[in-house]
């Protein structure tokens, strides 16, 4: 029994001492609420830290934040919450956790396209939906996304799940602009033309064209360009394929954004529209498009050498709030039609 | 039957109060169950539930299957039989236990994906595109029903053990001379009188089975604990998340159920006198080599090709050499998240098992039955049960300090990772409940009245008797529960705190997000920190393996 006193004695300590460094709602720091890849953005605040000397205190997850937020409630220690997409963005939203984010500095920054009409979130940086297409097997240049449900693509496309936020905003765009009828009619034949059943990431759709299994990939911009620059053991996958940017037809590129959102009670409001505006900022967006290969939000910062190699991207149109507006349609239209089973 | 002692009074106190512990999270999810929440269940209804309670059916039957096979012929090779080789098989049994069931899914999709190591070994025969035809599709139904059953065998394996173990040897060597072959003996005797031991351990098996997420999701099979994730994170509705949790829990009852029958006639059969132990057969020559294959194979599936392929990820990336700050502190995370939940499973379950030690009443008897539903609450049906209440009081504690003109002291339970051990406490109380009630069982009461007929007072009696005697059943019960919370996920990823991740967690990350290889020195930590544990557990593989 003494022995195991003293275990639990020395156990309650050490939790003491791991608990003791948790954060408290002390001034001169930001809580942060990131789906963002820790290795990724801790640069991003380490700059913010030394630009500021406000401390930047992290949760990251790859699911359920804004449900965190909003069961937290009034007490909730989150300020800021970063996503990779526009979905979480709205999810955020109608959870009801965000306040407007009232800056001139974000309103001058970030076109009115890339924004919510009600200032609830405003994006940082972009990311296009595109086809990692087999260098050998895929002759064509361009690809139109409608061109996706054209039997001659039968059995030879690869892509992850139908639910994925990444594939949900594309098909958001879809509904937006075609209306949910046309847009079920399209994911049938876009089904109807996939090599295997939607699995994996986006990593993995450049890995099976690579392989072989399929000619042509759906990812985003910035995988292919990590693969190629990044991960020496996954550059033949990149290898194997090139990248091509696809467009609606009279339209333009299927953008998706990583995004951020002030949250309802955030308890340092202020350093966390600090943060916000300094995300906008020129060194953040030249972080973010270096480290991550993303396109920059902000007009004039350059576009890394390896993304500028795709080709010049142009956006479509389709304001981001009408796509957002979307995506129930459009989760609800792949269940519909089976695109995961 | 025994007076009313303060000490008693306590014990009963905290027996009681932990029962309403435990059971608050049941009471909260079904009270959040019972708000409407129509528009996702017109969604759910149409096109995910056919489908997740088709996948989970299926999962559970297939995975629930296959452990028995795997787990009662291992059992009754080595319990029965004498070969080389056998004693190291004893030890190596167990080991999958040390493998969580996400890491064996992110290890095979990891080796049979295209361009991986098979595939790479198949194209020194055969054209690319030809070999990547011969690959099995892992992200399936049967993929996850061999990968999660690989690891899960162990508990069928360790119930199983100690039944064919103790079976007395009459029964047999009756059989014997009337001419029966082993293999009638195995059929006709030893897997009947198995039944219930095998009864247990599967359930155990298919509660795991049914707690996973990290596996079925990665698989891409929906079951009901995926579909409950996805209907709160992605659909947002809290409601329609805990209705279908309410599912899951008519599915858990019926596992109890069937786990209660199975046992219902074991009581403490093979008490103090040990039975006369049947003789083993020795098999040599090619039934030698036989069993140790046969024995050997789930081993080096669910245990050594992960354990090794984790290794090699991690020297080949040198992730050795370079020490990440962040993987420490995860591992200290774990660890203290582990002990403090272990040391307080533990001293709850001792106080609940007391209570009715010392006074058998009903009240206790509830209480303790109710202690030990946890194990049944599927980590993350727990975790978004337990929100409401802990958030509850996170939030009273807010207003009385506002009341009093004090500091906001902001989110305390959920803020400083309470939630996250009072989870682990829940879950795996069970354990500790069940090991040391069972070594209570093996004491007779006698000893207790000797004890007091010489004077001795409760504490006296525990403190020189029962306690050396239950040594055994208290380090057993350390380490099952130790080992589970180090294994476990889903709670631990709705309610950890701000800057903290375990190492569970952030390999999940490092997988969802594609690059699962950069976790493995992660993932090879949680493995280590098990195998001891496990390998010591072998030692007392004569008590139940799980709860009982």
């Known amino acids: ?341 | 039957m025994t007076r009313t002692t303060p000490s008693g009074r306590i014990a009963a106190a905290i027996a009681v109060a932990t029962a309403i512990v435990v059971a608050a999270p049941v009471i909260s999810i079904i009270t959040l169950a019972m708000q409407p929440a129509p528009d996702v269940w017109q969604t759910l209804i149409h096109y995910v539930l056919p489908r997740s309670l088709l996948d989970t059916a299926l999962l559970l039957v297939g995975v629930g299957a296959l452990s028995l096979a795997i787990g009662t012929g291992a059992a009754w090779i080595v319990s029965l039989h004498e070969f080389p080789g056998r004693r190291l098989l004893l030890w190596l049994l167990p080991l999958p236990l040390a493998i969580p069931t996400y890491l064996a899914a992110y290890v095979y999709v990891d080796l049979f994906e295209p361009l991986g190591l098979v595939h790479q070994t198949l194209t020194a025969w055969m054209p690319m595109q030809d070999a990547v035809r011969l690959l099995p599709t892992l992200r399936s139904l049967p993929g996850a029903v061999i990968i999660i059953a690989l690891v899960l065998y162990p508990y069928v394996y360790l119930s199983a053990r100690t039944m064919f173990q103790f079976q007395s040897a009459e029964f047999a060597e009756a059989a014997k001379t009337l001419g029966a072959g082993r293999w009638t003996i195995f059929w006709r005797i030893s897997l009947p009188m198995a039944r219930p031991a095998l009864a247990v351990g599967t359930a155990l098996v298919s509660l795991e089975t049914l707690n996973d997420i990290g596996a079925s999701e990665y698989l891409g099979v929906r079951t009901l604990t995926v579909s409950v994730f996805t209907t709160w994170l992605n659909r947002g509705s809290l409601a329609g998340a805990a209705q279908l949790s309410c599912f899951m829990l008519a599915i858990v009852a019926v596992l109890i159920a069937v786990e209660r029958y199975g046992r219902r006639n074991v009581t403490t059969e093979f008490s103090a006198e040990s039975p006369r132990l049947t003789q083993r057969t020795t098999l040599s020559g090619i039934k030698g080599v036989g069993a140790v294959i046969v024995c050997l194979l789930p081993v080096c599936l669910g245990f050594l090709v992960p354990l090794l392929y984790l290794a090699h990820q991690s020297f080949k990336r040198g992730l050795f050499a370079n020490f990440d700050m962040a993987l420490w502190r995860d591992a200290f995370n774990s660890i203290a998240f582990a002990s403090l939940a272990t040391s307080a499973a533990l001293l709850l379950g001792f106080a609940t098992i007391l209570a009715w030690r010392w006074r058998p009443t009903r009240l206790r008897f509830v209480a303790m039955n109710i202690a030990q539903l946890g194990y049944a609450l599927p980590g993350l049906v727990l975790a978004l049960g337990l929100l409401a209440p802990v958030l509850a009081i996170d939030n009273m504690l807010n207003t009385v300090a506002a009341s009093l003109g004090w500091s906001l002291p902001g989110l305390v339970m959920v803020g400083s990772g309470a939630a996250v051990v009072i989870a682990y406490v829940i879950r795996f109380l069970a354990v500790p409940t069940g090991f040391i009630k069972a070594g209570f069982e093996r004491i007779p009461r006698d000893y207790d009245d000797s004890a007091r007929a010489v004077g001795a007072g409760q504490a006296t009696t525990m403190r020189l008797i029962h306690l050396p005697l239950l040594r055994p059943a208290v380090l057993g019960a350390v380490i099952v529960v130790f080992v589970d919370c180090l294994k476990e996920l889903p709670a631990t990823l709705l309610l950890r705190p701000l800057n903290v991740e375990t190492l569970a967690t952030s390999i999940y990350q490092y997988a969802s997000r594609g690059s699962f290889e950069e976790g493995a020195l992660a993932a090879l930590l949680i493995v280590a920190a098990s195998i001891g544990p496990v390998a010591w557990l072998t030692r007392f593989s004569d008590i139940p393996s799980g709860p009982a």
Not at chain 1, 4 to 33: H, I, K
Not at chain 1, 52 to 59: P, Q
């Open chain 1, 1 to 341: 029994m003494t022995n195991f006193r003293a275990t639990a004695a020395t156990a309650a300590l050490l939790c003491l001492a791991a608990f003791g460094a948790s954060p408290a709602s002390a001034s001169g720091e930001v809580n942060v609420y990131t789906y963002r890849e820790t290795k990724l953005v801790q640069p991003l605040f380490d700059a913010f830290t030394k630009d500021t000397g406000i401390k930047v205190n992290v949760v990251s997850a790859s699911s359920g934040l804004e449900q965190r937020i909003k069961a937290e409630g009034a007490n909730s220690p989150a300020d800021v919450l970063l996503t990779v997409d526009l979905g979480r963005l709205d999810d955020a939203v109608q959870a009801g956790v965000t306040q407007p984010i009232k800056s001139v500095v974000i309103d001058e920054t970030v076109p009115a396209q890339f924004r919510d009409p009600d200032g609830q979130w405003a994006g940082i940086s972009m990311r296009a939906r595109v086809i990692y297409a087999s260098k050998d097997r895929v002759k064509q240049d361009k690809i139109t996304y409608e061109e996706l449900a054209d039997p001659k693509w039968k059995g030879k496309i690869c892509i992850r799940s139908g639910q994925h936020i990444y594939n949900n905003g594309l098909f958001a765009a879809y509904v937006a602009r075609y209306g949910e009828a046309k847009a079920e009619e399209w994911l049938k034949g876009v089904k109807a033309n996939l090599a295997q059943k939607p699995s994996g990431g986006d990593r993995e759709a450049a890995r099976d064209v690579a392989a072989g299994k399929c000619d042509i990939g759906i990812g985003n911009t910035y995988y292919w360009a990590l693969m190629m620059n990044n991960d020496p053991e996954k550059k033949p996958w990149a290898e194997a394929t090139r990248v091509i940017l696809p467009t609606f037809e009279g339209g333009g590129t299927h953008v998706n954004l990583s995004g951020v959102i002030l949250a309802k009670h955030a308890p340092n409001k202020d350093n966390g529209l600090k943060l916000i505006e300094w995300l906008a900022g020129d060194k953040a967006q030249h972080i973010y498009a270096d480290a991550n290969y993303e396109y920059p939000i902000r007009a004039g910062t350059g576009v890394n050498p390896t993304i500028a190699g795709y080709g010049k991207l142009v956006t479509d149109p389709t304001p981001i709030a009408k796509i957002v507006a979307n995506r129930k349609a459009a989760s609800t239209l792949v269940d519909k039609v089976g695109f995961d089973n």
